[in-house]
Structure formats: structure tokens, C-alpha cells
Nanobody
Framework: FLKIVQSGGDSVQPGGSLRLSCVAS????????MGWFRQVPGKEREGVAS????????YYGASVKGRFTISQDNGKNTLDLQMNSLKPEDTAMYYC????????????????WGQGTQVTVSA
């Protein structure tokens, strides 16, 4: 099964930027889905961004489209999330996710999760 280790997270002022990173490892050579979700206590999980490691369409949640960018380094199975123009509403625990599959929209199920990292945006 997929193992995930993520890094990043911090406190930042509104309008600032942060970058999160994630590395997924597997004994298999097949491509798979990877992405980012976030959650605030008392609210449902929200899909942030996702992709297929074999290439193709990039998916973004409506609230972050145009501000966040997801990218990958296939050689190391590294996934990055560049977050710009951060708002207080972006404050949440962010999770890197991965799942075996070839169709990777945010509405699909992801069962492999990283440990999470806190992002706090406040003045």
C-alpha cells in the first residue's frame, strides 16, 4: 500500500504564501492519484487539488482555484502545493492523500492519508 510523508505548514498573514510538500512511496511501478484535502473541526473535509501521477487534468476546489497550484516531480513521487494570496478562510489542517487509480477527481475516494499539517492565516 501507499505510504505518505508530508512537510510544510506554518502561520502566515493574510495575502502571504506557503508551500506544502508530500512524498508517496510504493513497491509498485504503476501510476496513481495524489492530492490535497483540508479540514476544519466541525466541518466536512474539502478537496483542494488533485492529479494523476501519469499526467493529465489538474483538479482544483472552487475556493482555491487561481490562488493555489498543484505540481509533481514524478522521479521522486513528490507532490507540491503552492498557496498564494492566503485568506483567513484557508486556515485548516491540510492532508496529502493518495490512492490507486487512473481517474482522480476530488470527489473520488482516497484512503491513504498523510499525517496532516496545520496552516494558520491570521493578522
Amino acid at each position: 500500500f501507499l505510504k505518505i510523508v508530508q512537510s510544510g505548514g506554518d502561520s502566515v498573514q493574510p495575502g502571504g504564501s506557503l508551500r506544502l510538500s508530500c512524498v508517496a512511496s510504493t513497491p509498485s511501478t504503476e501510476d496513481y492519484c495524489m492530492g490535497w484535502f483540508r479540514q476544519v473541526p466541525g466541518k466536512e473535509r474539502e478537496g483542494v487539488a488533485s492529479l494523476f501521477t501519469g499526467g493529465g487534468v489538474l483538479y482544483y476546489g472552487a475556493s482555491v482555484k487561481g490562488r493555489f497550484t498543484i505540481s509533481q516531480d514524478n522521479g521522486k513521487n513528490t507532490l507540491d502545493l503552492q498557496m498564494n494570496s492566503l485568506k483567513p478562510e484557508d486556515t485548516a489542517m491540510y492532508y496529502c492523500v493518495a490512492e490507486v487509480g487512473t481517474s482522480c477527481p476530488l470527489i473520488r475516494e482516497y484512503y491513504n492519508w498523510g499525517q496532516g499539517t496545520q496552516v494558520t492565516v491570521s493578522a
